[in-house]
T-cell receptor, first 122, second 113 residues
Framework: GAVVSQHPSWVICKSGTSVKIECRSLDFQATTMFWYRQFPKQSLMLMATSNEGSKATYEQGVEKDKFLINHASLTLSTLTVTSAHPEDSSFYIC??????????????????FGPGTRLTVL | GESVGLHLPTLSVQEGDNSIINCAYSNSASDYFIWYKQESGKGPQFIIDIRSNMDKRQGQRVTVLLNKTVKHLSLQIAATQPGDSAVYFCAENIEAAGNKLTFGGGTRVLVKP
């Protein structure tokens, strides 16, 4: 239980194009999902909190017009990197909070992470 | 804690020995703490968590200790195996802040056969 998937697992795109990354909770519902970015040999940095049915909340320094987040259902959130540039190349990871309606984990506030998406912008 | 940049602390441990990974946190308002394991090219995997009203919690081969007095968290792995080689992150959660996680810098564990 408590499985989170991401698609695609990796993507290469040209500078100036947009890329959409999907995050799905497979066996539980998640009103809240989170998007993180991780550079090589560094820790995860929270980019934004995605709330089902409402606007995302972005962390300081993260451009909301560049990183568009849509959380249309209780099991799907998408992150679109618009007009991507080489400096956007990174490992993007999503997580979802298990509200305890599916998998009965040790703590219903626990965040479960997806496998990540490697974005390379040429 | 914040990311430590391009250099991750590394813990080398002999297979079969016990590992202890330490983490210092900064916010006394944190409600609970989680340890994650991250293998190369993969997302973090939940290992164990502990609420702020506890000081010890045990799982399968893992134990988490919490010392709120000095804001210190540790993860002990018993009988370390090659499959335990990974980067380990501690994370602190504050419910009042919307349950956002703040990750520590990470520790790389290398298990020597």
């Amino acid at each position: 239980g408590a499985v989170v998937s991401q698609h695609p697992s990796w993507v290469i795109c040209k500078s100036g194009t947009s890329v959409k990354i999907e995050c799905r909770s497979l066996d539980f519902q998640a009103t809240t999902m989170f998007w993180y970015r991780q550079f090589p040999k560094q820790s995860l940095m929270l980019m934004a909190t995605s709330n089902e049915g409402s606007k995302a909340t972005y962390e300081q320094g993260v451009e909301k017009d560049k990183f568009l987040i849509n959380h249309a259902s209780l099991t799907l959130s998408t992150l679109t990197v618009t007009s991507a540039h080489p400096e956007d190349s990174s490992f993007y990871i999503c997580s979802a909070r298990d509200l305890g309606q599916g998998y009965s984990g040790p703590n219903t506030d626990t965040q479960y992470f997806g496998p990540g998406t490697r974005l390379t912008v040429l | 804690g914040e990311s430590v940049g391009l250099h991750l602390p590394t813990l080398s441990v002999q297979e079969g020995d016990n590992s202890i990974i330490n983490c210092a946190y900064s916010n006394s308002a944190s409600d609970y703490f989680i340890w994650y394991k991250q293998e190369s090219g993969k997302g973090p995997q939940f290992i164990i968590d502990i609420r702020s009203n506890m000081d010890k919690r045990q799982g399968q081969r893992v134990t988490v200790l919490l010392n709120k007095t000095v804001k210190h968290l540790s993860l002990q792995i018993a009988a370390t195996q090659p499959g335990d080689s990974a980067v380990y992150f501690c994370a602190e959660n504050i419910e009042a802040a919307g349950n956002k996680l703040t990750f520590g810098g990470g520790t790389r564990v290398l298990v020597k056969p």
